[in-house]
């Protein structure tokens, strides 16, 4: 009955509009059966949802619409009975297509997502289901084709369209020994690549997970509201009741119990939270809940890791010095080969430069260690190597001398990272590495203060000199360099003690456990690691700062969103209320005005879909001035 009543909504309640005109047209007793006919079909829906919320012990608007409904027929009230659920239902109907268009951002990312891949199989191509693709696999996509898997490109290449991960519309171009991510799409070019993650592992996939969660998860507001409903249903009757008794009017009692449902009080909150979460998605943002945007609205304070979070993460090797009589690419060679056991950007850079040289490098891993922070320690071809700052020297009693030193902060004066390299307790030369501030990190940081963000600074394992000239550029409240992930959190934690709200955001393995301790972790999503996306409460996937400028202005406009939704909701209630009360206000209008006040929040909410950087426009315009101002300071 119930499932048949479901997929029958939609055509019950057209017919149920048409029995009521029908019964406008009528006179007599042909009349009132009508409109008992219309009551009785309309209701029988609202009937079967108030009685499935009665069974798991919950009190549902559908029950007062029910209660009200069956005391308007015992009355004889026909004409408002059948236009009480004619109203409900009609509402429930467009509430369900102004719902879908909230959601409409996880659709379009469902509907991207590939469904077909053409693979090489032992020299021969077939086309297969998406979810047979094996890691290893080789894949061909033509131009117009969908990247149905995260991987590599071994052949060709092509200009990308990364929307549906990055939220970037414009294409990248991508070629051999890129990575590319399942759901773009090959705007022009050919590309042959070998699948490196398929399935639920995907970005892709993840993304869309990651979304689902974040819709189907609620805020403080939302769970506050949730039990203040279970309260306030039954309160309701009690009051109804209570409202007869003084009055002997049961007409007054019955459209009472109907004008105080809670409909757009309850429903306020999550649309707002699904609409804002699905405009996140849209632009490249992943907000992982409602509890996510109420927190992120409150940020005052944000710290930033350094290198491939402020910077754009692609260093290079600007130099490398050696003290000894050791050839320079063979230093180099040695150091690449122990820096296979690292995931930092710097030691993928020293590799990057010494494929660049075309230096033999085997795929054989070298026993070591990483020590987070500070470098690594590892055995390449019988040689103990030391690769890192200055405290992993230090802890390993090798001594710079004044010429090392000078060398080394000359090169860091001028925004270069010091790598030092000892080999068998002796220093053997220094890497020198530069990487430049992201495009766009002036003008995002301008926007978050302008948007109310009060402090910002810089936490960083790379040297002060470094830090320092990063730190001036961008004209941060401060920074700290050379720091362990330990000290980050202890940063993050004494931020908290002074009642500061944090928001942390790196990239890195030696960001996650900051990130974590954090208000609100933020992690880059396209050069970030997996535990530092995982352990993030916001994913910013096209790795841009101005992805978190979007976030925060679009979670301060969703919690305000929020209010207003709740204001609207108990605002129409309390008037409506007051209405019956002095016998301005009759069951049917009431009804009308109730309903339209649940879609009222409902398209207060869908501003959020188009919400976009236009609402950042002002703090925009004033970033130029902006920073003149602090220049001049300076």
């Not at 951002?105 to 693709?133: C, F, Q, W, Y």
């Not at 409506?576 to 009759?586: K, R």
């Amino acid at each position: 009955m119930h499932i048949f009543m479901n997929r029958y909504k939609n055509q019950i309640t057209l017919i149920t509009f048409i029995l009521i005109v029908l019964a406008f047209i009528l006179d007599g007793s042909l009349r009132d059966v009508f409109l008992i006919i219309a009551t009785l079909l309309a209701g029988v829906p609202i009937a079967i949802k108030a009685f499935q919320a009665i069974r798991f012990r919950t009190f549902s608007i559908e029950m007062l619409v029910t209660l009200a409904v069956i005391g308007a027929l015992i009355i004889g009230e026909y004409v408002e009975s059948a236009i009480v659920t004619f109203l409900f239902l009609f509402g429930d109907y467009l509430e369900g297509r102004t719902l879908e268009k909230t959601r409409s951002s996880l659709r379009e990312l469902t509907e991207m997502a590939p469904e077909e891949a053409l693979v090489v199989r032992n020299g021969v191509k077939k086309t297969i289901p998406v979810e047979d693709v094996a890691v290893g696999d080789r894949i061909i996509v033509h131009p117009g084709g969908k990247i149905p898997v995260d991987g590599k490109i071994i052949s060709g290449q092509a200009s990308i369209n990364e929307a549906a991960v990055t939220g970037e519309s414009v294409p990248k171009l991508k070629k051999t020994k890129d990575e590319v991510f399942s759901g773009t799409i090959i705007d022009n070019g050919y590309i042959e690549m070998v699948a490196e993650k398929v399935g639920d592992d995907t970005t892709f996939a993840k993304i869309i997970e990651l979304v689902e969660e974040a819709q189907e998860s609620k805020s403080k507001q939302e769970k506050f509201l949730n039990k203040f409903a279970n309260i306030y249903t039954p309160g309701v009757v009690i009051l109804s009741l209570i409202v007869f008794l003084i009055l002997r009017d049961a007409h007054i009692a019955i459209t009472f119990l109907v004008i105080a449902c809670p409909g757009a009080l309850v429903i306020g909150v999550p649309v707002s939270i699904v609409a804002g979460i699905g405009n996140g998605a849209k632009n490249g943002v992943l907000i992982k809940g409602g509890e996510v945007i109420d927190e992120l609205a409150k940020i005052d304070t944000v710290l930033f890791d350094k290198t491939g979070t402020l910077t754009k993460g692609k260093p290079e090797v600007t130099d490398i010095h050696v003290f000894s009589n050791r050839d320079e690419n063979e230093l180099l060679r040695k150091v690449a080969q122990a820096e296979l056991i690292s995931e930092h950007h710097l030691g993928k850079t020293i590799i990057k430069e010494a494929e660049n040289r075309k230096l033999n490098i085997n795929d054989e891993m070298p026993k070591g260690e990483v020590i987070k922070g500070n470098g690594i320690r590892a055995e390449v071809e019988g040689e103990q190597l030391i690769v890192g700052n200055r405290k992993l020297l230090n802890e390993a009693n090798i001594a710079l001398n004044e010429d090392h030193e000078a060398y080394a902060i000359d090169r860091e004066k001028i925004g270069n990272t010091a790598i030092f390299v000892a080999i068998n307790g002796t220093l053997e030369g220094v890497i020198s590495i530069a990487d430049e501030i992201r495009d766009d990190a002036k003008v995002a940081l301008s926007t978050l203060r302008k948007n109310g963000i009060k402090k910002m600074y810089m936490l960083t394992g790379d040297n002060k000199h470094t830090a320092e000239l990063v730190a001036k550029q961008l004209h941060l409240d401060g920074f700290h360099a050379e720091l362990l992930p330990q000290d980050k959190v202890n940063y993050v934690k004494m931020l908290q003690e002074k009642g500061h709200r944090v928001a942390m955001i790196g990239d890195g393995i030696n960001d996650a456990p900051a990130i974590a301790t954090a208000n609100i972790g933020l992690a880059m999503g396209e050069g970030g690691t997996d535990i530092s996306m995982e352990t993030a409460d916001v994913v910013l996937m096209a790795d841009k700062l101005s992805q978190f400028a979007h976030a925060y202005a679009l979670a301060k406009a969703t919690a305000r969103n929020m209010k207003q939704n709740t204001v609207i909701a108990l605002g129409t209630v309390f008037l409506l209320l007051i209405g019956v009360l002095n016998g301005t206000v009759h069951l049917a209008s009431g009804m009308f005005i109730h309903e339209a006040s649940v879609l009222l929040v409902i398209l207060n909410a869908m501003r959020l879909i188009v919400f976009n950087r236009r609402k950042n426009r002002l703090a925009q315009e004033n970033v130029q001035h902006f920073d003149e101002s602090l220049e001049k300071a300076s």
